[in-house]
């Protein structure tokens, strides 16, 4: 199990550019190709983070609010079958990351959201 998934459990975005973005940050990722999570889907990412993540899930959807509508829905579904948290929100982080998306996330900014996640 790589160190990264060991620290931040499995790190679920909502599309392809984002889960590249973070594969050049050093982190695995999967890709919801949506911003919306089907139970299927959820059943599914909840078995990849206990295979390989050390059984949690790190939510990273769109910060804005189609994503954060998205994020409940998730944090629903995965909250049933595995632990999960959130990296960020409009509201996070005194609102710096609002409107944003992880595909946009610079070392210094994934390094935050890290630390956040480690200490808070």
């Known amino acids: 199990m790589s160190e990264q998934l060991k620290a931040l459990g499995l790190v679920v975005v909502a599309g ?3 889960t590249i973005r973070l594969d050049t940050l050093g982190v695995p990722g999967v890709a919801l190709c949506s911003n919306r999570i089907s139970r299927k889907q959820a ?3 909840a078995k990849l983070a206990r295979e390989y993540a050390g059984g949690t899930v790190t939510i990273l ?3 804005d609010a189609e994503g954060e509508e998205g994020m ?3 944090l629903g ?3 049933q079958l ?3 948290r959130l990296a960020w929100t ?3 982080y005194g609102g710096k990351f609002k409107g944003r998306q992880p595909k946009s996330l610079t070392e210094a900014e994934l ?3 890290k630390n956040h996640l480690f200490v808070g």
Request: glycine residues 0%; hydrophobic residues 35%.
């Open 90 to 92: 409009s509201k996070m």
């Open 43 to 45: 059943a599914k990412v």
């Open 82 to 84: 595995c632990p999960v």
């Open 61 to 63: 959807l769109d910060c």
């Open 77 to 79: 579904y995965i909250a």
């Open 16 to 18: 392809p550019n984002d």
């Open 111 to 113: 390094s935050e959201i």
């Open 72 to 74: 409940k829905q998730c």
